[in-house]
């Protein structure tokens, strides 16, 4: 069986001009593996900034209504901006020890897709949120979100 190497040198003998096309398009598929996986990272840091909370405030075991909207909401920007499955999302959840379950992510997303239908308000914000963490995805040096001013704590 031929390894990888032995058919990109062939290849190269062959046609150089589509060698380095190859090269090109591996190196592109690495670089989209980043910004995904930056992407977590992003949604991770300004959308608990947002709410007024941090990480630590939102991953944790709870069921009070203002922190189960902002899980909502994170796991419907993670799945929209990645490619990761359900259980990987789910994994992100440190609070349990293997991560939250991808039923609870599905259910999940689905609770926000229900919140936004109805709601206006956070159907804008979600679409600023999606269209600012792509536009952070396509330039890396943007280091902070700008959207509208963070919602105040209601506790």
């Known amino acids: 069986?031929?390894?990888?190497?032995?058919?990109?040198?062939?290849?190269?003998?062959?046609?150089?001009?589509?060698?380095?096309?190859?090269?090109?398009?591996?190196?592109?598929?690495?670089?989209?593996?980043?910004?995904?996986?930056a992407s977590v990272e992003i949604i991770?840091?300004?959308?608990?900034?947002?709410?007024g909370y941090t990480w630590e405030e939102i991953n944790v075991k709870t069921r009070v209504r203002p922190i189960s909207d902002i899980k909502h909401h994170f796991i419907a920007l993670v799945k929209e901006t990645t490619d990761l499955s359900l259980?990987?999302?789910?994994?992100?959840?440190?609070?349990?020890?293997?991560?939250?379950?991808h039923t609870t992510v599905l259910n999940s997303i689905k609770a926000w897709d229900n919140?936004?239908?109805?709601?206006?308000?956070?159907?804008?914000?979600?679409?600023?949120?999606?269209?600012?963490i792509r536009e952070i995805q396509l330039?890396?040096?943007?280091?902070?979100l700008q959207t509208t001013k963070p919602v105040k704590r209601i506790d």
Do not use: C, W
Request: aromatic fraction near 12%; proline fraction near 4%.
């Open 115 to 132: 919140l936004i239908i109805y709601d206006k308000v956070r159907t804008a914000m979600h679409e600023r949120f999606l269209s600012s």
């Open 1 to 37: 069986m031929t390894t990888k190497a032995q058919l990109y040198s062939k290849l190269k003998e062959r046609n150089p001009y589509v060698f380095l096309g190859l090269l090109h398009h591996e190196k592109m598929k690495q670089i989209v593996k980043i910004k995904k996986s």
């Open 44 to 51: 991770k840091k300004l959308l608990p900034e947002y709410y």
């Open 139 to 144: 330039n890396p040096y943007l280091d902070s």
């Open 87 to 101: 259980m990987s999302i789910g994994a992100i959840f440190t609070y349990k020890e293997n991560g939250i379950d």
